[in-house]
């Protein structure tokens, strides 16, 4: 949650300093593989006033928990260094 606050205002900085940042752009791309993939989406009719900011959130969450499983298993063991630097690398880079 620290994390996703920092990112959150970090973007916010940027983006009134107008430094150009991805604006959801994953967010969409996801979005519409879904929708080419789904064979319906009259299921989300009802939705459509929760559904995006439940499925943002969803996916920020999603997202974050694939990157912390990557992180562990693939770099974490091959980073060298203690593992709160190599934290702060990974995380710096992403």
Same mark, same amino acid.
């Given at each position: 949650?620290? =994390?996703? !606050? *920092?990112?959150? =205002?970090?973007? +916010? &900085?940027?983006? !009134? =300093?107008?430094? #150009? $940042? *991805? @604006?959801?752009? /994953?967010? /969409? /791309?996801? $979005?519409?593989?879904? @929708? #080419? &993939? *789904?064979? +319906? #989406? ?12 439940? +499925?943002?959130?969803?996916? @920020?969450? $999603? $997202?974050?928990? %694939?990157?912390? %499983? ?5 770099? !974490?063991?091959?980073?060298?260094? #203690? ?5 702060? *690398?990974?995380?710096?880079? !992403?």
């Amino acid at each position: 949650m620290i =994390a996703l !606050a *920092a990112n959150i =205002a970090l973007l +916010s &900085i940027a983006s !009134a =300093a107008g430094i #150009r $940042t *991805a @604006h959801g752009d /994953l967010f /969409l /791309l996801f $979005t519409e593989i879904f @929708h #080419r &993939i *789904a064979p +319906s #989406r009259s299921f989300m009719d009802g939705w459509k006033i929760i559904a995006p900011p439940v +499925s943002k959130a969803a996916f @920020h969450i $999603t $997202t974050g928990l %694939v990157m912390a %499983v990557f992180y562990a298993l693939v770099l !974490a063991p091959k980073l060298p260094g #203690r593992p709160f630097f190599k934290g702060v *690398a990974y995380g710096t880079a !992403a």
